[in-house]
């Protein structure tokens, strides 16, 4: 038995590559990674709760909502680049 769910840790995995791509494109300063991976794991998981109370079922992997936990986690990436953290 695993001690972690696949899905959470799908869904880290995410959010950790979507932190590493977004610090590399658009990350002025070179120490802001875990701001930049705190804020994807955060609007990642926002997102797939409010996906999880919602009927529809759009893009998933597996227990995974890809779309809104992608659309939470992009807010929340522009979000911290914007309050400059």
Known sequence: MSL???ALILSVVIASLYAAIFHLLWAPRQGKLWVYW?????GFGVGQILAGLSPLRLLMIGDVH???ATIFAAAALVIAKRLKV
Not at 38 to 42: D, K
């Open 38 to 42: 705190l804020a994807a794991l955060v």
């Open 4 to 6: 972690f769910p696949p």
């Open 66 to 68: 890809l779309l809104e």
